[in-house]
């Protein structure tokens, strides 16, 4: 399927490109957001506020966004605008919090020397979802992963090419558990994955990644492109 990437501006040098969907390219954009509103020669002086930051930061989108509302959906969703987003925009909005807004929370925490009020992004979701229906799919989906992990004893294959025409490919392949799904093709010698693995059966619907006709599950791939905004190369 062709897509358009959904994207958004780093440090105001790069544009940061990724898949549309039902992968990992949203949250992943979205902690990019937020890390552009620090300073890198601060954090690179103070480690302990750094792993705070990445540490809390990363709590908040995958209980939100990653968690509850990434999966496939229907065609028409599954594009992007074509076009970079700058500070501000939906892309890089998690409960409606501006990428400052989110910094304002982590680095009061950080000065009171308290967790990540994960509580009030809990809350906030609230709004936006049943609060059971919230925490149900969070759970399952940090409980799918964690049996993942214990089984998994393989790496993820990616690679970037650019020829000198300037065509430019992205891309990424894992089985997902170490064998994937065991079956293999006659005579071809490969394993199909079992990305199938993360959909879910309960929901009627509800939930991104209910098990639909024509629709994809969730998946932790995620091919990048980084593009100059000067050179566009």
């Given at each position: ?52 930051l ?89 409980s ?7 089984e ?33 093709p ?12 993360k959909?879910?059966l ?32």
């Open positions: 399927e062709w897509v358009t990437p959904i994207c958004t501006t780093y440090r105001q040098q790069y544009q940061v490109h990724g898949i549309p969907g039902n992968t990992q390219a949203l949250p992943g954009l979205q902690m990019l957001a937020v890390l552009d509103e620090y300073d890198p020669a601060y954090l690179a002086q103070n480690p302990v506020h750094r792993t705070f990445l540490t809390s930061l990363k709590r908040l989108v995958y209980i939100y966004d990653r968690a509850v509302s990434v999966g496939d959906g229907p065609v028409s969703v599954r594009q992007g605008s074509g076009e970079c987003e700058s500070k501000g925009a939906s892309i890089r909005r998690v409960l409606g919090l501006t990428p400052t807004e989110i910094k304002t929370m982590i680095d009061e925490a950080y000065r009171k020397k308290t967790a990540f009020p994960i509580d009030r992004v809990v809350e906030l979701a609230a709004q936006l979802h049943p609060p059971t229906s919230t925490t149900a799919r969070y759970l399952r989906r940090l799918i992963e964690s049996t993942e992990k214990a998994r004893s393989g790496d993820t294959n990616s690679f970037v090419v650019r020829d000198s025409t300037g065509l430019v490919i992205s891309a990424l392949q894992s089985n997902g558990n170490a064998f994937g799904s065991f079956l293999t006659p005579d071809l010698g490969f394993v199909f994955h079992n990305r199938g693995s959909f879910v309960l929901d009627e619907g509800a939930d991104p990644n209910a098990f639909l006709t024509g629709r994809r599950g969730f998946h932790t791939l995620t091919p990048w492109m980084v593009t100059s905004t000067t050179t566009g190369l």
